[in-house]
């Protein structure tokens, strides 16, 4: 659900700068790209939090920020400053849930690590490749408010998928 979104938003990015709101073409998207800096500068709190209180917790701490993220493209989108804030949100939060994840992965059972780790990141990229159609898709049906929505649709199910697991552990087995 994470790389969905993530893709789906950096897929219309460059339709969105090309509109009469920014009048910008699609190579000033990668000039936003390098706001992406602050996520991977985040990665190493984000994993020292994941040791100390648990990938669970720092996994909805990334859900959070992502859905803060396109939260601030629906309302402050067509704004520089907004767009710029929603960026480093939702890297931020993508890059948590993806060390979240891993740390999650890196529990389950060592013989098999390799392997969950590529199910997990082929299943992840999968994720990013229909995030890329899906955006296209919506964007061409309902333009930049359309996008939004997706992201923040895809944010709360990942909060409800993430929510029914966090309970299921909580409960004991008999």
Same mark, same amino acid.
């Given at each position: 659900?994470?790389?969905?979104?993530?893709?789906?938003?950096?897929?219309?990015?460059?339709?969105?700068?090309?509109?009469?709101?920014?009048?910008?073409?699609?190579?000033?998207?990668?000039?936003?790209?390098?706001?992406?800096?602050?996520?991977?500068?985040?990665?190493?709190?984000?994993?020292?939090?994941?040791?100390?209180?648990?990938?669970?917790?720092?996994? %909805?701490? !990334?859900?959070? @920020?992502?859905?803060?993220?396109?939260?601030? $493209?629906?309302?402050? +989108?067509?704004?520089?400053? *907004?767009?710029?804030?929603?960026?480093?949100?939702?890297?931020?939060?993508?890059?948590?849930?993806?060390?979240?994840?891993?740390?999650?992965?890196?529990?389950?059972?060592?013989?098999?690590?390799?392997?969950?780790?590529?199910?997990?990141?082929?299943?992840?990229?999968?994720?990013? %490749?229909? !995030?890329?159609? @899906?955006?296209?898709?919506?964007?061409?049906? $309902?333009?930049?408010? +359309?996008?939004?929505?997706? *992201?923040?649709?895809?944010?709360?199910?990942?909060?409800?998928?993430?929510?029914?697991?966090?309970?299921?552990?909580?409960?004991?087995?008999?």
């Amino acid at each position: 659900m994470m790389f969905t979104t993530f893709s789906a938003f950096w897929t219309t990015l460059s339709f969105l700068l090309k509109t009469p709101v920014y009048h910008l073409g699609a190579q000033a998207a990668g000039m936003f790209g390098l706001l992406g800096v602050v996520g991977a500068l985040a990665t190493s709190v984000a994993g020292r939090v994941a040791d100390k209180k648990g990938p669970s917790f720092t996994l %909805a701490i !990334g859900i959070s @920020l992502s859905a803060a993220g396109f939260i601030c $493209f629906w309302i402050f +989108g067509y704004q520089m400053w *907004g767009l710029i804030c929603g960026i480093i949100l939702l890297d931020l939060g993508v890059q948590t849930a993806q060390i979240s994840n891993q740390a999650k992965i890196n529990t389950l059972d060592a013989a098999s690590r390799s392997r969950n780790n590529a199910v997990y990141m082929a299943s992840y990229f999968i994720g990013g %490749a229909f !995030g890329s159609f @899906l955006g296209s898709y919506v964007w061409r049906l $309902f333009g930049w408010t +359309g996008v939004c929505a997706l *992201g923040v649709v895809f944010q709360i199910l990942a909060a409800m998928i993430h929510l029914a697991g966090f309970k299921r552990n909580l409960i004991p087995h008999t």
